[in-house]
């Protein structure tokens, strides 16, 4: 799953995750949790992260690489927030290569910034999640034009991005999804 903050990554990759019966991989509820463990990699993240700036690509490929590339579930899997950068694809390749799996496709949400803005700020108002605040907003939208959106061309450059719309209700989006994605699972098979 790759999109802006807000996009519904995680609403729609945990969807997704359910109907496949795969788990669903989020990069970032792996750091969430190392920060409330002030594990190292915690402590290394937790200020980044507050600011709404990415983690460093060597920190995020060697402490969780192999962890979200997930070598040992059967059937696949979905994955949400890595990688999001190109180092992190480039990586990503090696290790899957390094582990027989392939990557069947990237979904990319695509959706306006202010609607992306109204969503973030509707769950900062319920307090879920620290980087939810209007000045960190801004930043992780800004973040994510620079540092992830080159990804749409080096899928697009690979043949397996797949774009949609991702305005509307969670229903509709899912069913944009599923329209799309199950030709290609069902050739993947
Ligand atoms: P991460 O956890 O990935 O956050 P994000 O990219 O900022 O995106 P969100 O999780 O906020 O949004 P989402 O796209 O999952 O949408 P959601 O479904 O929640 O990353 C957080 C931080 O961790 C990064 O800033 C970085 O510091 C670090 N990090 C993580 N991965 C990294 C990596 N690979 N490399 C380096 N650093 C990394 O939906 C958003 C809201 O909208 C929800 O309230 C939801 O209920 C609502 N909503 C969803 N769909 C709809 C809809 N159709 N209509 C109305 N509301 C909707
Ligand atoms: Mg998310």
Redesign the pocket.
Known sequence: ML???????????QRLAARHHVPHV????L??DHVRRQTPLGRA?SH??AR????D?EL?ISMIGEEVIRPDAPGGFVL??????VA?ATAAYDIALRHGITLHAVVW?DIPRDELRA??Q??GAAA??P??NSATIGH?LD??VAQTLPLVEFYTGRDILITID?T???D??AARIDTALDPVLRAGE
Do not use: H
């Open positions: 999109g802006p903050p807000g996009s519904g990554k995680g609403t729609q990759g989020s990069s970032g509820e750091l969430r993240a980044a992260m709404g700036d990415l983690i690509d995020v949400d927030g890595f990688p999001r950068t992190q949400l969503r973030l509707a769950r879920a999640r980087d939810d992780r973040v994510y991702g509307g209700t969670v509709q989006v």
